[in-house]
């Protein structure tokens, strides 16, 4: 009679028991699924006890093996992720050495347009406009003075040639003014000759 009473007070607590239990359990947590999140429930949920004076830790090893694997996943992962940024990588790097070329080139080519837009083929070379134009200008400005040159030598002989003309016409005039008197001398004498035989002859 007394065991009933035990069991019969037994069965009175368990309902109690219970509730007391569901109220001491934590509340649910949000689960962290990042491996520090994992590592720490790890922790929360090992164990120690001691025997013989040492200390040991307890850690469910189907837990401990699921974070093994969750860690060699991340690590796969992360190493894939490595491998194709890698890979992208070196696709940009082969990109960008590609356009710097063409971008080489363009520029080579738009110097090379440029020089000859901003350049004049001068008996075969090319010079730029500015040394062209002091070049032209140069040689104009030489013939210029070439010019001038020629038309104060020719103005000059032209006066000399005139000189030389109007002295010839006074020579001349002189001369024929000296061979009219020479004549108009050598009539008078041949006269006063002529006179003189003519007397002698009387």
């Given at each position: 009679?007394?065991?009933?009473?035990?069991?019969?007070?037994?069965?009175?607590?368990?309902?109690?028991?219970?509730?007391?239990?569901?109220e001491e359990e934590p509340p649910a947590q949000e689960?962290?699924?990042?491996?520090?999140?994992?590592?720490?429930?790890?922790?929360?949920?090992?164990?120690?006890?001691?025997?013989?004076?040492?200390?040991?830790?307890?850690?469910?090893?189907?837990?401990?093996?699921?974070?093994?694997?969750?860690?060699?996943?991340?690590?796969?992962?992360?190493?894939?992720?490595?491998?194709?940024?890698?890979?992208?990588?070196?696709?940009?790097?082969?990109?960008?050495?590609?356009?710097?070329?063409?971008?080489?080139?363009?520029?080579?080519?738009?110097?090379?347009?440029?020089?000859?837009?901003?350049?004049?083929?001068?008996?075969?070379?090319?010079?730029?406009?500015?040394?062209?134009?002091?070049?032209?200008?140069?040689?104009?400005?030489?013939?210029?003075?070439?010019?001038?040159?020629?038309?104060?030598?020719?103005?000059?002989?032209?006066?000399?040639?005139?000189?030389?003309?109007?002295?010839?016409?006074?020579?001349?005039?002189?001369?024929?003014?000296?061979?009219?008197?020479?004549?108009?001398?050598?009539?008078?004498?041949?006269?006063?000759?002529?006179?003189?035989?003519?007397?002698?002859?009387?």
């Open positions: 009679m007394k065991q009933l009473r035990i069991l019969f007070s037994l069965f009175l607590l368990i309902p109690s028991f219970l509730v007391h239990a569901q689960t962290d699924n990042t491996l520090r999140g994992q590592f720490e429930e790890l922790e929360r949920k090992s164990g120690n006890y001691r025997a013989n004076g040492i200390r040991y830790e307890v850690i469910k090893l189907s837990e401990l093996y699921e974070t093994k694997n969750n860690i060699f996943d991340s690590i796969d992962t992360a190493n894939k992720t490595i491998k194709d940024l890698s890979a992208t990588i070196d696709a940009n790097k082969s990109e960008i050495e590609d356009l710097n070329e063409k971008l080489q080139d363009t520029t080579n080519k738009l110097n090379n347009v440029t020089e000859e837009k901003d350049s004049i083929s001068f008996f075969g070379a090319l010079i730029s406009k500015g040394t062209y134009n002091f070049i032209l200008w140069a040689i104009i400005f030489g013939l210029l003075l070439l010019l001038l040159f020629f038309i104060y030598r020719f103005r000059n002989s032209n006066f000399l040639t005139q000189q030389a003309k109007s002295a010839l016409a006074d020579l001349e005039e002189e001369y024929q003014n000296h061979r009219r008197r020479a004549l108009e001398r050598e009539q008078k004498i041949s006269r006063q000759l002529q006179d003189e035989l003519n007397k002698q002859k009387k």
